[in-house]
């Protein structure tokens, strides 16, 4: 069964700095994985999907990178921002003919970033 | 375009009342899903459809059914609420397994 762990529970920055989420998985049998966001009270949006095949993908100040043959993932963000504060989820969808695109998540990381 | 909708957005039921929940997307996409959300649970997976017609269970099942009768809906229906089905529950949908999954906005139901 796939388990998905995320990587601090929870992080508090100062305003501009660097910082990395991190996110596993237990089974490599995956199509992709997607990094979300949640802020209290709302859905979850997307934010980066990484097929099994990439690397890497960009979309402006974050970038995610994927191994899936040690099973890891991780989000950067450059120059934090206040309003980059948030729950972040990694979600992966597992391959296999029964899987039909299911996600199984990982518990999360709630981001606060301090002005 | 608006996405993946929910209706209602809040829900307050007493033990052994009934209420449909109701999703809609309009991206014309074959797979849909419900989730609900708990506190130190994490999101956890009630029912899908990979299709018109069809569905089947996820992780959580048990107190929920499910119907598809046309591609843009999906309804979750709770026949005798409990209050263990307190939650927050997501609707949520995508082309196929390769492409991004996207989610509604969420529906807050407490069962008293």
């Known amino acids: 069964k796939q388990e998905v762990t995320q990587i601090p529970a929870a992080l508090s920055v100062p305003e501009g700095e660097n910082l990395v989420l991190n996110c596993s998985f237990t089974?490599?049998?995956?199509?992709?994985l997607q990094w979300f966001r949640q802020d209290p009270g709302k859905g979850l949006t997307s934010l980066l999907l990484?097929?099994?095949?990439?690397r890497e993908q960009t979309s402006g100040r974050l970038n995610a990178s994927l191994d899936k043959s040690s099973g890891r993932s991780t989000l950067y963000i450059a120059a934090s921002q206040p309003g980059d504060s948030a729950t972040y989820l990694c979600?992966?969808?597992?391959?296999?003919?029964?899987?039909?695109?299911?996600?199984?998540f990982g518990q999360g990381t709630i981001l606060t970033v301090h002005p | 375009n608006a996405g993946v909708t929910q209706t209602p957005k809040f829900r307050v039921l007493k033990t052994g009342q009934s209420m449909t929940l109701l999703c809609a997307q309009d991206?014309?996409?074959?797979?849909m899903y419900w989730y609900r959300q708990d506190p130190g649970m994490g999101l956890r997976l009630i029912h899908y459809?990979?299709?018109?017609?069809?569905?089947a269970k996820g992780e959580v099942p048990d107190g929920y059914n499910v119907s598809r009768l046309k591609k843009q809906n999906f309804l979750l229906g709770l026949e005798s609420a409990a209050p263990s089905q307190t939650s927050v529950y997501f609707c949520?949908?995508?082309?196929?397994?390769?492409?991004?999954?996207?989610f509604g906005p969420g529906t807050r139901l407490t069962v008293t």
């Open positions: 990484i097929q099994s095949s990439q």
């Open positions: 089974d490599s049998a995956i199509y992709n």
């Open positions: 949520a949908s995508r082309w196929d397994r390769v492409h991004e999954q996207y």
């Open positions: 991206m014309n996409h074959e797979y």
């Open positions: 459809s990979v299709g018109e017609g069809t569905t």
């Open positions: 979600a992966v969808t597992n391959a296999g003919g029964t899987s039909y695109g299911k996600l199984t």
